[in-house]
């Protein structure tokens, strides 16, 4: 099965309403989709969703990435020289993790559909379904209590929350939801780097204080102030979880190795995709620190990749993939399904995806 032509375009679908956190405000999920094919006539699907503020991928940056860097060097590769392909994509060119998880997920894809497996199970298969929490915007927080009131009407019992840049108003936002929702209700807190290590200690002190129940706090401060993590991990008793500090390979080993979080969050567009997060995880397994499968703002396509690791991998014990469930549409044909807040993995080959509807095509490679 070698590879014979790449093809690139995108796709932009409406949100059910803003997504709102102290990084940025959208209103559309935008998606460059990708079909590797090969000489068999399998198609492989890979997505990668521009998110700048995260990963310093833009639409444009993504698209020249695939065409004119990485994609010219996989072409005529068989998709079985899994270590030669994986190489090429890593070593094409420095940074640009979106681009290379979007290569990266459609030979996944294409090896899954050579083995005749669900791609969860080609990767571990741990388990078939899992519970995902339901993000909940950064607003004002009668607005936010509304809202959540709402994610639990639908059937969710994990919410993440967006906070960050107001403590005082972020301890309101939070009081104001766990009167709305009630004891049982697990709640996350996800600052996006939004407050100073000491700020942080003395908000999450306070929830504590006052019995708030979160369960762990995502990202309290800027990513690349590891001392300042290991800090708040270290003067809190609410568990903390890197995201945008835990980037890729690297900085989750320098995590690890400084006991600097409780909790890892694993983002395929941050790793660079599936072949560097089950280094991650492993990384991760062998420290005992237990994980989280998170995504970016994307379409179903990635988030049934993302799916596909946390279903293979008993480190990964939570899930943060509601992404396909704030769209208004839905243009990809298969993948994971959702059931009020459990996610089904397929039982088809690969990431069973059979067609992305709405797809704009731009370019392809040979």
Wanted: proline residues 3%; contains cysteine; negative net charge.
């Amino acid at each position: 099965m070698k590879i014979i032509k790449i093809e690139i375009g995108k796709v932009k679908i409406p949100l059910k309403k803003p997504f709102i956190t102290a990084l940025r405000h959208v209103d559309f999920a935008e998606d460059i989709i990708i079909k590797i094919i090969t000489d068999t006539g399998n198609v492989g699907y890979g997505n990668a969703p521009p998110t700048a503020v995260i990963t310093g991928d833009s639409q444009d940056s993504i698209i020249s990435a695939i065409q004119n860097v990485i994609a010219p060097q996989l072409i005529g590769l068989d998709i079985w020289e899994t270590e030669e392909i994986f190489q090429r994509i890593d070593k094409s060119m420095l940074h640009n993790s979106s681009a290379k998880a979007c290569l990266d997920i459609a030979v996944y894809d294409l090896l899954g559909q050579m083995c005749n497996l669900p791609l969860y199970k080609l990767l571990g298969g741990y388990r078939h379904s899992f519970k995902s929490d339901l993000t909940i915007s950064l607003r004002e927080p009668g607005i936010m209590a509304q809202d959540a009131r709402e994610a639990v009407n639908n059937g969710y019992t994990d919410l993440k929350l967006k906070v960050g840049g107001n403590a005082k108003l972020d301890f309101e936002r939070v009081k104001a939801i766990r009167e709305a929702v009630g004891d049982k209700i697990n709640i996350r807190l996800d600052a996006n780097q939004g407050w100073k290590p000491k700020e942080a200690v003395r908000l999450i002190r306070q929830f504590e204080d006052k019995g708030l129940n979160i369960e762990l706090i995502e990202q309290p401060v800027i990513a690349h102030d590891i001392s300042g993590l290991k800090f708040v991990t270290d003067n809190v008793d609410t568990l903390i979880m890197a995201d945008e500090a835990a980037f890729g390979t690297y900085e989750v080993f320098q995590l690890l190795s400084n006991r600097a979080c409780d909790l890892i969050n694993i983002k395929l567009m941050k790793a660079g995709g599936i072949h560097n997060a089950l280094k991650i995880a492993d990384m991760a397994s062998t420290c005992g620190v237990e994980c989280m499968m998170g995504c970016m703002l994307e379409s179903k396509l990635g988030i049934t990749a993302s799916a596909s690791l946390a279903g293979a991998k008993s480190i990964i014990t939570r899930a943060d993939l509601d992404a396909a469930d704030l769209l208004a549409e839905d243009p990809v044909k298969g993948g994971i399904s959702y059931d009020k807040n459990t996610i089904l993995l397929n039982e088809q080959a690969g990431l069973g995806i059979s067609e992305i509807q709405n797809w704009q095509f731009i370019t392809e490679i040979k």
